[in-house]
């Protein structure tokens, strides 16, 4: 069973940074497609960020584009979300989603494309 887990989370002011990291000690990394989705209570989970295998193909969700970042260390087989210029509006149990993906280059941004996902770390944005 492969398990991601995620970490980093906590509460930071408006305003703020966070960089949340998710490992996944199964299988190959560099076989795995990751992304992070969110979910805030009341709502659906929703796409945030995807990054292919290699790390060179990318793409975040207009809500937070400009502000987040998508990475991955395969060297170290991790993944990461650099958050920036955090709102109240992130507030959210955040978590990283991995399945298999047979091209270096192709990221999966929908939820029903993960079959792999981690318990979730909570983000609070308040002052």
């Known amino acids: 069973q492969v398990q991601p887990v995620e970490s980093g989370g906590g509460l930071v002011q408006p305003g703020g940074s966070l960089r949340l990291s998710c490992s996944v000690s199964?299988?190959?990394?560099?076989?795995?497609?990751m992304a992070w989705f969110r979910q805030a209570p009341g709502k659906e989970r929703e796409f945030v960020a995807a990054i292919s295998r290699s790390g060179y193909n990318s793409e975040t969700a207009d809500s937070v584009k400009g502000r987040f970042t998508i990475s991955r260390d395969n060297a170290n087989s991790l993944a990461y979300l650099q958050m920036g210029t955090l709102k109240p509006e992130d507030t959210a149990v955040y978590y990283c989603a991995v399945r298999y993906a047979p091209l270096v280059r192709t990221y999966f941004t929908s939820l029903d494309q993960y079959r792999y996902w981690g318990q979730g770390t909570q983000v609070t944005v308040s002052s």
């Open positions: 199964e299988g190959a990394f560099t076989n795995w497609a």
